[in-house]
């Protein structure tokens, strides 16, 4: 079955990276094991999804195995994806309708998503390596995406990622729950929990935490 390339399918063609990808060793293994076991499914490194002239950066760690390691789109497909993208549906920062299907015609309005990682790790733990490693992509996405004035980091992965890459001290940007810090070029980057099933299930994080670091994003737009 032909697959587009990830690039074909991303706000920032210039800053993805190929469908074989051959950087993390680790994660090419996982990637081939996958593909023999579900030749219809995604397989490859995500691209990111959504409006390419985004204010809003929202930062994932990686691709959930039966969520966008399997349908192509970040959170698509998930549970963490139900939480995320009703958010930006309530907010006015998507438009249509989610139905957990890249076909769904769902648009993003202002806002785009990323990984910190483009390949389904095992056990969903990406290693530090691959952690720098696929920064590089990263990092072009948001050098492709100028416009960017907040981050949101769900997740410490997502936040230490996203800190580096916007030049602050991992060390001294620490991460927690509606966490702030302004980076050296004036970019904001908000952390919050990630919006796993976990998470949820055992309430660290609920449907009004996650909406209140929407919402302080949206006023830092609007401040
Ligand atoms: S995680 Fe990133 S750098 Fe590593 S193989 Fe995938 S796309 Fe390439």
Known sequence: MPFASPADLSPVPQAEAPRDCPLCPR???FRHECRAEFPDWWNAPVPAFGDPDAWLGIVGLAPGKHGANRTGRPFTGDYAGELL???LLKFGLA???YRADPADGLKLRGAVILNA???LPPANKPEPREIATCRNYFEAALVALPKVRVLVA????AHV????????????????HGAEAVAPDGRILLSSYHCS???QNTNRLNVEMFESVFERALALRDG
């Open 117 to 119: 990682v483009k390949c």
């Open 197 to 199: 099933r976990y998470n």
């Open 85 to 87: 993208y009703a958010t």
């Open 154 to 157: 769900l997740g410490q992965i």
């Open 27 to 29: 994660l090419v293994i």
């Open 161 to 176: 990622a996203a800190a580096r890459a916007l030049g602050l001290p991992p060390a001294s940007t620490k991460f927690g």
């Open 95 to 97: 438009e249509g309708e």
